[in-house]
């Protein structure tokens, strides 16, 4: 006598095969399992690659849903759908959403950060720098790891810090200080893209005088090379390090300029010209540091 795992028949003359499930779910099933995995490949290829931070956040919780549904469905009762299982996945998942959350949150504070940058007048900049306050203030905007809730309290003490006096300049909040590094990404990408894929977008900001997400950007870039370089002993790119450093002198941020340049020096070298410009660019930064201000 068989009894089907899914929907549970039994009799007699009910056929089963190996996972245990009669004809009529076996079929049914192949068709709906077929269905969520092609939900969840989905949901993965945009939450990797996708450049809106909504779309990302929203495929997320997408595929939390399914497979915790799959858990329910099929898991629970001993069906072998998919490997790994929905359990395991739901595990692995689990840590993507704090950074997600942290790209939402980073994304939109830093478009309101340049556009407090370059306000003409202080409503003007109080008025952007409120509406990145908020953001901090939103149930998506919440994270579950400590160090990450403790990131974004970080970060809002920052823009809190910029309302209180307008005389401090407007600088973005660094992603390695918001949430440590654990990118599952290959080595040299960012977001699903090589880092070298990003130069017109990092020229683009920077012609649009956009320096708070050019930093963002190009920090994650940098981490891409030094990436990359270790897994394939090959030595960074330095073009990643130079954008920033110039950043940092338009900014007067010659503390910051110094440590990009140093972080650099420090470095495995690609072969090229940049190593002796950059060396050369160090010490002109760390003349301009020891000046008095
Ligand atoms: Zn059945």
Redesign the pocket.
């Known amino acids: 006598m068989g009894t089907?795992r899914?929907?549970g028949?039994s009799g007699l003359f009910l056929k089963t095969n190996r996972s245990r499930?009669?004809s009529?779910?076996n079929r049914a099933l192949a068709v709906a399992v077929e269905n969520d995995k092609r939900i969840l490949d989905d949901c993965q290829r945009l939450i990797r690659q996708s450049k809106n931070p909504d779309t990302r956040l929203s495929r997320f919780h997408d595929m939390r849903r399914v497979l915790q549904r799959m858990q329910e469905q099929y898991e629970a009762k001993g069906i072998e759908v998919i490997s790994p299982a929905p359990s395991a996945l739901l595990t692995e998942i689990a840590g993507w959403r704090d950074r997600i959350v942290c790209d939402r949150v980073q994304a939109r504070v830093d478009k309101e950060l340049d556009k407090a940058a370059k306000a003409k007048t202080t409503k003007t900049r109080g008025k952007a720098l409120e509406a990145a306050l908020s953001f901090f203030d939103e149930d998506d905007s919440r994270a579950t790891e400590p160090t990450v809730v403790a990131g974004l309290h970080d970060m809002r003490t920052h823009v809190a810090a910029l309302i209180a006096d307008d005389s401090l300049p407007i600088y973005g909040y660094p992603r390695s200080r918001l949430m440590p590094e654990g990118s599952t990404s290959e080595p040299g990408t960012f977001r699903g893209r090589h880092y070298s894929e990003y130069v017109a977008q990092v020229e683009e900001l920077k012609r649009q005088d956009k320096l708070v997400q050019a930093e963002t950007l190009l920090l994650e870039l940098v981490a891409a090379t030094e990436a990359e370089s270790k897994a394939q002993g090959i030595g960074v790119a330095p073009a990643y390090y130079e954008h920033l450093a110039v950043i940092y002198r338009k900014q007067g941020r010659a503390a910051d300029e110094v440590a990009v340049l140093e972080r650099y020096e420090s470095q495995p070298k690609a072969p090229g010209v940049g190593p002796s410009r950059l060396a050369e660019r160090l010490e002109k930064a760390k003349t301009l540091l020891a000046r008095p201000a």
């Open positions: 089907c899914y929907c028949r499930l009669c009529a779910c």
